[in-house]
């Protein structure tokens, strides 16, 4: 059994590794292939499978967690301005820093659960954008936004180009360089930043997925499933709890230094709730608690608020160009609102939506329709298959060899 | 003596805003066991309701003066709002007083609003875990902001408060602290009698009415008030919208002190979040008190005393949230809170 999801596993890797190496030829006849979004969706792709390490395994719902998306920018924004413009000290201190405030925060808000967890998160992040925004300024640069300057010290690389403003690289490798292709008559744009991504993301997949299959792991999913036992059992949960809120904020530290790293610029609107609310719809979009589900969700999301937001009025006008006056102004009247700047609108719509419908996210639904198929397909056959897969389905999770204990009244 | 009086009625005004909308998040966390996340935004569309209503008062006639000419030379444009042309001195004083009017027209909306939100929405997700109901609260908080947006634009719309209204009165002399000590604004007071007495109406009415014990008899044990053949869901709808009263009646009032724009509510909500969590979750007076204790200090903490005391660092922008980690810390449940609500 064991066997099996090991090479499962293993098969799921290779696969992921492949399709985020081939994107640009995947998402290029998406109109999708371009370094900024790609390299937007590794990022948020990354955030994502952090919120989910929480989120996903434990259940604790965190409304916070875009102030340590925003911490993460500062941090590695101040380090390529004062060590070097090369991404890796400016990533890793911004994942240290990230890890840091997550400890404190996680400290202080895991003292309870539920509601009341989502709420202290919710109230920190506001709180971070607060101090960002006004009290701070002297580290911050307020509502301008950090950003790179030319009197920087930038200790270790500032005489090496004097005088001028040279973009992060890695160790030479400028995080803009674009090489073009074209292969089988597709126009590729293979970019040094979007890898740099895709190797992170790779990398921070893999953990989770290790994370997912360890006894680390289970204990987390036993605390989404009965806390109060666990504790009965003589298991403290919180220092798990905040491991995984450490590691979860790291993971969100990780995807603001690559942001910076893409565009050294950060402002304290990354930390808004509307950010923090945008992780939780991705990962749950996705599917909470798959190990998949959170990137794809992070594509869906990144890709929609791409298309949408750049559609203006003459766009949508010209679309209906095809109907009478009167009919096309009033279709457009109706679609504009949901379109560029209302982009906002369609993302709150989409997560009514989405929880109201699809709870579980696109990879239930997936599921959902893989076992409607296999039922109608089966039914035609004979329905003793359907007695084994039923059984198939109930079997808890491989890993616990003990019976299922009878459930808690 | 005088500025920390002075102090004090400097947080009432905020604090009456936190504590009526934490006593309408309070009213259906306790009664419907949700925590409603589009609260906030009531709070805005209650701000609103005074926005509509003065510009449909103000909804004028332009004609073109026959005697004056601008410097131009082109007629200057008489702007008569219909409401003074058909009633006179009595239009304008209506105009005036747009704000009391609001009120008016803010309860049925919001009753209606309420009650639409909780059968519409609220009502399919009573079974659902907490984490979807904050999500689809949460969703519903952006499309109505996003509504607002669109229709009202994202710059704030300042609202002057009645002619009568303006101005300060000295309640240092009032009070015998001597004059011009300390000097506070007709409006913000106001806000507070009005604050205090819907704080007042809403325990009054769960008080001393049957429909009131009734609702209290639901928090306390729904099932058991169900089999005695009382239709509780019913009632609780109501309190919902009672909420919605509330909470949209603190937007009201509030716009003369802070001009309406889309994302007031929200600001509102996470502070308002943290004050029921400060006063018990589930408490009502709880949350009251929370919501005045925090607005005082809140005040406090802008005093350029404790500024300068605090090597020049401004903490009133965060001084909630330390007060709100020093009470988890030490009082997990909040001040008021009791055992049993929320505890797993």
Redesign the interface.
């Known amino acids: 059994m064991l066997k099996t999801t090991d090479n499962k596993d293993r098969l799921m890797m290779i696969a992921f590794t492949v399709a985020v190496l081939a994107a640009p030829v995947i998402l290029a006849p998406f109109g999708a292939g371009y370094p900024d979004l790609m390299q937007r969706f590794a990022i948020y792709g990354i955030f994502a499978i952090g919120f989910n390490l929480l989120f996903g395994l434990t259940?604790y719902?965190s409304?916070g967690h875009a102030a340590f998306l925003g911490v993460g920018s500062y941090a590695a924004v101040w380090m390529l301005k004062l060590l070097s413009v090369n991404v890796i000290p400016a990533i890793i201190f911004a994942v240290v820093i990230s890890g840091l405030f997550a400890l404190l925060i996680g400290y202080?808000s895991l003292?309870?659960?539920?509601?009341?967890f989502?709420?202290?998160t919710?109230?920190?992040a506001?709180?971070s954008y607060?101090?960002a925004y006004?009290?701070l300024t002297p580290i911050t640069n307020g509502e301008t936004g950090l950003q790179m300057d030319l009197d920087d010290p930038r200790i270790l690389d500032a005489a090496t180009a004097p005088g001028q403003l040279p973009p992060p690289s890695l160790f030479g490798l400028e995080m803009g360089d674009t090489h073009y292709l074209s292969f089988m008559g597709l126009d590729l744009q293979l970019n040094v930043g979007f890898y740099v991504c895709a190797a992170i993301l790779i990398l921070m997949f893999y953990i989770s997925l290790r994370i997912f299959r360890s006894p680390f792991g289970m204990l987390l999913r036993a605390i989404k499933s009965n806390?109060?036992r666990l504790n009965y059992t003589g298991v403290h949960t919180r220092p798990y709890a905040l491991v995984v809120f450490v590691i979860s904020g790291m993971y969100a530290g990780l995807a603001g230094a690559l942001l910076v790293c893409m565009d050294p610029l950060a402002g304290p609107e990354r930390m808004q709730?509307?950010a923090s609310?945008e992780v939780?719809l991705m990962t749950?979009m996705g599917g909470a608690g798959t190990l998949i589900g959170p990137v794809l969700g992070a594509c869906i999301i990144k890709y929609f608020e791409n298309i949408f937001s750049r559609v203006n009025d003459a766009v949508v006008s010209n679309w209906f160009s095809g109907l009478p006056d009167s009919l096309g102004d009033f279709f457009s009247a109706i679609v504009s609102?949901f379109l560029g700047s209302?982009w906002?609108?369609s993302?709150?719509?989409?997560?009514?939506l989405v929880?109201?419908f699809l709870?579980g996210g696109l990879m239930e639904g997936v599921t959902r329709l893989i076992g409607w198929l296999g039922r109608l397909f089966r039914s035609r056959n004979n329905d003793e298959d359907a007695e084994t897969t039923s059984a198939k389905e109930s079997s808890p999770d491989p890993h616990s060899s003990r019976p299922a204990s009878p459930k808690e009244s | 003596m005088d500025a920390i009086f002075l102090q004090i009625l400097n947080g009432l005004d905020k604090g009456s805003a936190y504590a009526l909308i934490a006593l309408g998040l309070t009213l259906i966390f306790g009664t419907l066991g949700v925590v409603n996340f589009a609260h906030g935004a009531l709070f805005m569309i209650g701000a609103f309701c005074t926005v509509i209503l003065n510009k449909l008062l103000s909804l004028e006639l332009v004609t073109q003066s026959a005697t004056e000419t601008t410097p131009w030379g082109t007629p200057v444009e008489v702007h008569t709002p219909y409401v003074v042309m058909w009633f006179g001195k009595v239009g304008e004083t209506m105009i005036d007083y747009s704000v009391f009017w609001s009120i008016l027209f803010a309860i049925p909306v919001m009753l209606i609003i309420g009650i639409a939100m909780e059968r519409g929405l609220i009502k399919f997700f009573y079974k659902r875990p907490h984490a979807d109901q904050i999500l689809v609260t949460f969703g519903l908080a952006i499309v109505l902001q996003e509504i607002i947006k669109q229709v009202f634009g994202a710059n704030p719309i300042p609202q002057p408060a009645p002619e009568a209204f303006v101005g300060s009165i000295d309640i240092g002399a009032l009070v015998g602290l001597g004059a011009n000590a300390v000097v506070y604004p007709i409006w913000r007071l106001v806000y507070f009698l009005f604050a205090a007495v819907i704080i007042a109406g809403v325990f009054a009415f769960l008080r001393y009415t049957t429909f009131g014990m009734v609702v209290r008899a639901g928090m306390a044990d729904r099932e058991t008030v169900g089999l005695l053949g009382i239709n509780i869901d019913r009632r609780f709808t109501a309190m919902f919208g009672l909420a919605a009263v509330v909470t949209g009646l603190a937007g009201v009032m509030y716009t003369p002190i802070l001009s309406p724009n889309y994302h007031m509510g929200m600001d509102f909500l996470v502070l308002c979040f943290v004050v029921v969590v400060v006063g018990g979750m589930g408490s009502l007076a709880g949350a009251v008190a929370a919501g005045f204790l925090l607005g005082i200090l809140q005040s406090f903490a802008s005093m350029p005393e404790v500024k300068a005391f605090l090597f020049g660092f401004s903490i009133d922008q965060v001084i909630i949230y330390l007060v709100a980690v020093v009470i988890l810390l030490t009082r997990p449940r909040g001040l008021m809170g009791r055992k049993g609500i929320m505890e797993t």
Do not use: E
Request: aromatic residues 12%.
């Open positions: 259940g719902l409304f202080v003292r309870r659960s539920g509601i009341y989502s709420i202290l919710l109230a920190f506001q709180m607060n101090l006004s009290v806390q109060t709730w509307t609310g939780v749950i609102p209302g906002q609108m993302l709150g719509l989409i997560f009514m929880i109201i709870p």
